[in-house]
């Protein structure tokens, strides 16, 4: 059984703020992965930035806004609520974004300089986080995860993510896969790819909810990979933790490797790749390491403790 890849989520959200060209920084060049997952969102000008909360008022959105979801030392900071600019980042300009919205320091940390480096973490546009991966050599692959639910703007999103691309270095495609949550816009997506002769990889990002307890035959990722000729999986829950469905969960995961395993008996160059998110205690990353997955995106770091995975990638 080879060795899973173990992926940064979101760069290094326990040291800097997620989603920041610093935080991405810190995890490649001094964390030495390989590989990140970011979240990418358009805005109403059609540029792509990198953030993760397409409307505020989500109620994800809020948790993770109250500094109660754990995602890491750092909070998004958003408009108030009742506020104009409170609505969904796709009908804000990127300017109005970059002016109003940001992240700030819900932790007490020992570095006085914490809330300076909220303050300093710009959101960034795709174009410049393409920018500093065409100029690093460390980096290998970024997973894309893109925040839109609209299928009538997949095709503007391809063509801006292209666009970003192409200002810096074409070379960069193959080292890029867009993830969609949502199947709409995925196979709009998947049409816009085909429209456009565009080589970008895509992938499916199956989030494992309550229902999946119920009716466990029914996570079937894998046929939409087959359907829309997709190049990744990726599967999680924001529920890991929780024992007796965790146990469920593991069982899920492990049918889909063997349903992959048997695809890429017959046909392996057309078998998707299938990672699991967002796992970060260190006895369950051991645990989903040994079930044949290809890669596990974690927010724990540094990672240099496990055995079980490795943090340079042989193949995506």
């Not at 990418?40 to 948790?63: E, I, K, Q, T």
């Not at 933790?241 to 057309?270: C, E, G, M, Y």
Request: charged share 20%.
């Amino acid at each position: 059984m080879s060795v899973p890849l173990l992926i940064a989520h979101r760069g290094a959200p326990y040291v800097l703020p997620e989603n920041t060209l610093e935080s991405c920084r810190y995890a490649v060049e001094l964390l030495g992965y390989r590989v990140l997952e970011i979240d990418v969102c358009l805005s109403r000008d059609g540029v792509p930035f990198l953030w993760h909360d397409a409307h505020p008022n989500a109620l994800y959105a809020l948790w993770r806004e109250s500094g109660l979801r754990g995602d890491g030392l750092f909070a998004p900071r958003v408009p108030l609520p009742g506020t104009r600019l409170r609505k969904p980042v796709g009908r804000l300009d990127f300017e109005t974004i970059k002016e109003h919205f940001g992240y700030h320091c819900i932790v007490r940390m020992p570095r006085r300089n914490a809330t300076e480096h909220a303050v300093a973490c710009a959101i960034p546009t795709l174009a410049e986080f393409f920018d500093w991966m065409s100029r690093t050599t460390q980096l290998e692959h970024v997973f894309l995860d893109i925040k839109l639910t609209d299928p009538n703007r997949a095709t503007e999103l391809v063509e801006a993510v292209t666009v970003a691309l192409q200002s810096t270095s074409e070379a960069l495609y193959e080292r890029i896969t867009l993830l969609s949550m949502d199947k709409a816009f995925l196979e709009a997506l998947a049409a816009a790819k085909q429209r456009t002769n565009s080589a970008l990889r895509l992938g499916y990002t199956l989030e494992l909810r309550l229902q999946s307890v119920v009716s466990p035959g029914k996570c079937r990722p894998d046929a939409l990979a087959n359907k829309l000729g997709l190049n990744v999986i990726t599967a999680g829950s924001a529920v890991w933790r929780i024992p007796f469905l965790k146990s469920i969960f593991r069982k899920i995961v492990t049918a889909q490797v063997a349903r992959l395993d048997a695809w890429r008996t017959t046909n392996p160059s057309s078998a998707p790749s299938f990672y699991v998110w967002t796992i970060n205690h260190p006895v369950m990353i051991a645990e989903f390491a040994q079930l044949g997955i290809d890669g596990i995106v974690t927010d724990n770091i540094p990672k240099h403790d496990f055995d079980s995975v490795a943090i340079v990638p042989t193949t995506i």
